[in-house]
């Protein structure tokens, strides 16, 4: 059983940055690729970005190509996901999981879940 907390969420100005953690216990953190999933209001739940378990891979969704990077401290049990360039249509709760099987963008495929962080970017 893998226990995921979000932090680092928050308030930001459009063209700010915020830095998201995913921190993890009870399991084996590093057999984990991990993704982080956003979901706003009304709107279905969306991957971001995901990362292998040994971070040598990496996915984006297009509309944060540039402006977001994903990593991951396998001794600290951590993944982080650096947001640059924020803008309004980021402001979403923000979701880490842990995939068990499959492909990064099945979200079916994420055993774990985190309780998620609110990021909200003002205009």
């Known amino acids: 059983q893998v226990q995921l907390v979000e932090s680092g969420g928050g308030l930001v100005q459009t063209g700010g940055s915020l830095r998201l953690s995913c921190a993890a216990s009870?399991?084996?953190?590093?057999?984990?690729?991990i993704g982080w999933f956003r979901q706003a209001p009304g709107k279905e739940r969306e991957l971001v970005t995901a990362?292998?378990?040994?971070?040598?891979?990496?996915h984006f969704a297009d509309s944060v190509k540039g402006r977001f990077t994903i990593s991951r401290d396998n001794a600290k049990n951590t993944v982080f996901l650096q947001m640059n360039s924020l803008k309004p249509e980021d402001t979403a709760v923000y979701y880490c999981?842990?995939?068990?099987?499959?492909?990064?963008?099945?979200?079916?495929?994420?055993?774990?879940w985190g309780q998620g962080t609110q990021v909200t970017v003002s205009s």
């Open positions: 999981a842990a995939l068990q099987s499959g492909d990064f963008d099945v979200p079916e495929g994420y055993k774990y």
């Open positions: 009870g399991g084996t953190f590093s057999r984990y690729a």
């Open positions: 990362i292998s378990w040994s971070g040598a891979a990496a």
